[in-house]
T-cell receptor, first 111, second 113 residues
Framework: TQLLEQSPQFLSIQEGENLTVYCNSS?????LQWYRQEPGEGPVLLVT?????EVKKLKRLTFQFGDARKDSSLHITAAQPGDTGLYLC???????????FGTGTRLKVLA | EPEVTQTPSHQVTQMGQEVILRCVPI?????FYWYRQILGQKVEFLVS????????KSEIFDDQFSVERPDGSNFTLKIRSTKLEDSAMYFC???????????FGPGTRLLVL
């Protein structure tokens, strides 16, 4: 079974700080998604990356897919309290229909 | 913007009872998924469905579970005889042809007593 490891599991920072969240695996994936999930709600898509080395930006969020398509990072610049939430990575196993989810990073941004 | 919808939002049932969870996919999507998330744990893949048949399923998806698309619109997950450990959030997700992104519904919170 392929696994996606996210780090850190928990992160508490002050408003205005920068942070990076990592999603790592030993396996190669066809694509990788980042989601944000609020308590009691479904994951909401932030971005999909497909090409090795790809970088995508969404306002203050920067996403990168590793060159070998085994890992990804999410960087948040000047974090705000509204960024507080659970960040999940998910990836589709090559040659399958199946997506697996990472363990999640719970971010808290303090005002 | 098109979205995936799920009903009911909450369901409470007695152990041993059957439940059916419903999902309405985004209209032109062809790949359908069910996931579950036990409280405080990660999202777990249950099953994928394409072209009116199961394309993959996890070890969680045993004989108590079934899926179907009865009317070409709704996509359902049936649990025949619920157990206490089936209590979780159940999410439907759908994906379009040639796309990599899944879009998730808001989930059904199932509580088995």
């Amino acid at each position: 079974t392929q696994l996606l490891e996210q780090s850190p599991q928990f992160l508490s920072i002050q408003e205005g700080e920068n942070l990076t969240v990592y999603c790592n695996s030993s396996s190669v994936f066809s694509s990788l998604q980042w989601y944000r999930q609020e308590p009691g709600e479904g994951p909401v898509l932030l971005v999909t990356v497909v090409t090795g080395g790809e970088v995508k930006k969404l306002k203050r969020l920067t996403f990168q897919f590793g060159d070998a398509r085994k890992d990804s990072s999410l960087h948040i610049t000047a974090a705000q309290p509204g960024d507080t939430g659970l960040y999940l990575c998910a990836a589709r196993e090559s040659g399958t229909y199946k997506y697996i989810f990472g363990t999640g990073t719970r971010l808290k941004v303090l005002a | 913007e098109p979205e995936v919808t799920q009903t009911p939002s909450h369901q409470v049932t007695q152990m041993g009872q059957e439940v059916i969870l419903r999902c309405v996919p985004i209209s032109n999507h062809l790949y359908f998924y069910w996931y579950r998330q036990i409280l405080g744990q990660k999202v777990e893949f249950l099953v994928s469905f394409y072209n009116n048949e199961i394309s993959e399923k996890s070890e969680i998806f045993d004989d108590q579970f079934s899926v179907e698309r009865p009317d070409g619109s709704n996509f359902t997950l049936k649990i025949r005889s619920t157990k206490l450990e089936d209590s979780a959030m159940y999410f439907c997700a759908t994906r379009g042809q040639g796309e990599e992104t899944q879009y998730f519904g808001p989930g059904t919170r199932l509580l088995v007593l």
